[in-house]
């Protein structure tokens, strides 16, 4: 969904929101027989949302973006897995989160016709949090509870200088850090 509101002749408000739920099962025969030999399953549920707003604008020789940004997203896997007609059974389980938040701002400013400079940068957070469970029989590999949290933050910039050398043609010199 994308919404937009014109301020002015020069400035837009932009709010984006994007959503996925997936649910996926599968199962495969490992052996490839009719008898109970390698089977296993993933019974698989996700989801994910993002919002982001969006102030976009110009005048002269400036056009601007900045914005805010936030995504979460979770998901769980069911792994049921039996080998030789039952007698070796494994439980494996394991989910995840994320949540990430950011705020960013870029601004072109034409030099000439030819010309444009161009700086921006990025702040982001990221929550990750993880869930395993795995059992053989009644014999817990990785206990239930099994679980880990962890954050991750960074600042990234990014300069560049472009040049127009004719209507089709353009070169540049980019530097940028990325965060992933």
Known sequence: LTAEWKINAGNTLKYIWAKRDMNWDDALDLDGSPVPIAHTQRLSTYSQQ????QLVGGAGPINYVAGLYTFKDDGFTNNPQNFFFGSATFDSRYGFTTKANSAYGQLDYKLSDALTLTGGVRHTKE???VSRL???GTTPLIPAGTSAATSFSSTTPMASLGYKLSEQLSVYARYAEGFK
Request: hydrophobic residues 30%.
């Open 134 to 136: 795995l059992s053989a």
């Open 127 to 129: 929550d990750k949090t």
């Open 50 to 53: 993002s919002h982001e707003l």
